[in-house]
Each structure stands twice: as structure tokens, then as C-alpha cells.
């Protein structure tokens, strides 16, 4: 789960790290008297979406007086703003917030994410602060370093040395990064995160070490735990299918292609979406409806692919383990006496109850295509939209 900037300032301030006074707002004269309370020479004003790259595109301004503040807060609320993650389509600004200025002398990158292949955590860190990281990797790589540590209550001092080494810093300012280092695995164990990014930290003129931007997100497996966290769900920055899909306890994530997938696990639903490339078509979404679904569950997800109207065909893969597929069959053909099905649909079914499965589909009257094995089923969904 993802949220904004401000939010993810307020929990990193709560955990002791150092973030500029700032205020948001969901209406530009709610922000402008908020603003009046800031002890500041210039107002930074920040779009808040969901999506990196918001300089760029006109989500961040510097601003001398309130007057200017005003007119800035009045064009770039409801404004959509087009990056590099948002897509094409871009994402409308809806809050916004403004902070005090600072005044800059260096620019660090550092950020902290679960390595799943080694079970750590890891810090990523570097001198080339408030550029893309992905830039610096691919033309500067010496300039990034990784230190991954092992998941205690409390990171070690000698850990922290490592991670800020490329910062180079004095060490009257050394003792308030190492302090930060500390706060941010703190706030990291503590709420589940799966990431936190700071780009750019940086060191003021006043020598003082301050997070200027934050980006966090949270292991949704681990909200319940969280209520606090939950509550800081924006969901006008979520696609409105993937939130309905949230509601059935679905894994649903939407793309840009014409095949639409259903299957069970999160690794066959790759592999699925894989094949649907190599014979030259895209999948219109991820979606993965667990081990113990039942036909209500199966009936939600498939009324859940129909509702993309990018799709033009469906891929149903299931293998049976605690997965029975004749629920599957059950809620494929419940959903369909709802929905009209105007596309061609490929099922392949194996493993636990599969035969039942076919038997239910056999006899629904639904016009579909039976597979053999993945690569089958690939094929024939591919033929089967040209």
C-alpha cells in the first residue's frame, strides 16, 4: 500500500527523523490558511499523487509570496500531471501540500527495501541525490552503494558507518545521519514497510540533515496489524477495479493488454502472463485468485476481467491443488449467467477435481476452447482473438 508524501514525512517524524515544516490540504483556501502559519522566505508547493517524476511535470513550485502561492495552489489543483509512472492517462491532483523552504548545500539518495533473495534488509545510498536512481545505476554506478543488514531490533553503529561512508560527511553532521539511519530502520521494522525512499536527503548551509521528499509503502499482507496505517489509504489514487478487487480478498493488478488472465497462484499467474508475450499478445491484467477460492470469489474476478474493456479474450489457467476446479468451473459459469460473454474464452484446468471442472463447463453452454497444458492454452487464446 502506498501513500503520500506528507504522510510518509509525518510517520518518519514520529520515529525521529528531521522533515521541513509543511501543511497540506484537500482545497486551495484550506491550504492558503494553513500556509499562514509556516515561518518561511519562500513556499515550496508539491502535488501529492502516487507517482515519481512530479517535478518534471510541473507538480513542484517555488514560491516567493502568498499571493503567488495562491495562483500556483489554484492551477495545479484538479490538474492532471502526465510522468513517467503515471502513464499516459496521468493522474489528477486532488490534495496538495506546501513546506518550508531549504536552503541547499548537498544532495544524498538513500532508501531501504526488503531483499527478498538474501531474507536482509537493504540500504541503498548515495552522493547523486535528486536524480532518478535507475540514471545514476546505469551511468554512475560507483556511486551507489548497497548494505544489506540482518533484521534485529535495532541496527548496529557499525552498519549505519557503512551506509552513509559515500556521503563523506563531517562529523559534527556524521552523528545526525547515523541518528537518521537508525530512525528509518526503526520506523521500517515497526509499521511492515516494504520500502522507504528519501530523494533527496540532503545537508543544509546550516549543516543540518534534512529528508526533503519520502516515499513509503507498506506490506499489505501486514495492514492488519496497522489500523493507523489503513486509515492512510487514498483511494483516488487506486484504480477502481483493483480496489473492488481488494474488497474479494483478490489479487488484481490491471495492464495495458488484450488478453485477460485468471489463475491460482501468484507464480502460475506469471509464467501465464510469460507465454501470453512469447506468442505475441499482451496480458490485460495479474490476477491471482488464491488457493481456497470459492465460486463467489471466482464469480467476482470474472465479472472483475469482463469489466476491461481493452479485453478481447480470456485465459483461464487453474491447477488444482487446494484449489478445487470444479468451484472454479462453478463460479466461471454463475458469473457468465450474468455477464453476456462476447469474447472467446480458453480453459485449462488441472489437478484436483478437474475432471468434475470440465464436466460443469462442458454442460453450461458456454462457447469455450478447452486446453491440454499452458502452452496450448497460450496458443489458442492468441489464435482465437486475431
Request: a negative charge.
Amino acid at each position: 500500500m502506498n501513500i503520500h508524501e506528507h504522510q510518509a514525512k509525518q510517520i518518519l517524524q514520529k520515529y525521529g527523523a528531521t522533515v521541513p515544516e509543511g501543511v497540506f490540504a484537500l482545497t486551495v483556501d484550506e491550504l492558503l490558511e494553513k500556509a499562514k502559519t509556516l515561518n518561511t522566505k519562500k513556499y515550496v508547493l508539491k502535488a501529492q499523487i502516487h507517482a515519481g517524476g512530479r517535478g518534471k511535470a510541473g507538480g513542484v513550485k517555488i514560491l516567493d509570496t502568498i499571493e503567488e502561492l495562491s495562483d500556483a495552489a489554484k492551477e495545479m489543483m484538479g490538474k492532471t500531471l502526465v510522468t513517467h509512472q503515471t502513464g499516459p492517462e496521468g493522474r489528477e491532483v486532488k490534495r496538495l501540500y506546501v513546506e518550508e523552504s531549504s536552503n541547499i548545500d548537498k544532495e544524498f539518495y538513500l532508501s531501504c527495501l526488503v531483499d527478498r533473495a538474501s531474507s536482509k534488509i537493504a540500504f541503498i545510498s548515495s552522493d547523486q541525490g535528486g536524480m532518478d536512481i535507475e540514471e545514476v545505476a546505469s551511468n554512475s554506478p560507483e556511486k551507489i552503494i548497497t548494505t544489506k543488514v540482518d533484521m534485529n531490533n535495532e541496527i548496529s553503529d557499525k552498519d549505519c558507518e557503512e551506509i552513509i561512508k559515500i556521503f563523506n560527511l563531517n562529523d559534527s553532521v556524521k552523528t545526525q545521519a547515523l541518528s537518521l539511519i537508525k530512525s528509518i530502520y526503526q520506523m521500517f521494522v515497526s509499521t511492515d514497510a516494504n520500502m522507504v525512499e528519501i530523494n533527496p536527503l540532503i545537508l543544509t548551509k546550516e549543516e543540518k540533515i534534512i529528508c526533503l521528499d519520502a516515499k513509503v509503502n507498506f506490506d499489505s499482507n501486514a495492514l492488519f496489524r496497522h489500523p493507523e496505517i489503513v486509515e492512510l489509504r487514498d483511494l483516488n489514487e487506486e484504480d477502481p477495479t483493483e480496489i473492488k478487487a481488494s474488497k474479494h480478498d483478490l489479487a488484481y493488478i490491471k495492464l495495458d493488454g488484450s488478453i485477460g488472465c485468471m489463475v491460482n497462484g501468484a507464480g502460475l499467474a506469471m509464467a501465464t502472463m510469460d507465454i501470453i508475450k512469447l506468442y505475441g499478445k499482451e496480458p490485460a491484467n495479474f490476477l491471482d485468485v488464491g488457493g481456497g477460492a470459492s465460486k463467489e470469489k471466482v464469480s467476482a474476478a470474472f465479472k472483475i476481467i469482463l469489466s476491461d474493456k481493452n479485453v478481447k479474450g480470456i485465459l483461464i489457467n487453474i491447477f488444482g491443488g487446494i484449489m478445487r476446479c470444479d468451484v472454479l468451473a462453478q463460479g466461471v459459469v454463475d458469473a457468465a449467467k450474468e455477464i453476456n460473454i462476447n469474447v472467446p474464452l480458453v480453459v485449462r484446468l488441472a489437478g484436483t477435481n478437474f475432471i468434475e471442472g470440465k464436466e460443469i463447463l462442458d454442460k453450461s453452454g458456454l462457447k469455450l476452447i478447452s486446453a491440454d497444458n499452458l502452452d496450448d492454452a497460450a496458443q489458442k487464446i492468441v489464435e482465437a482473438i486475431k
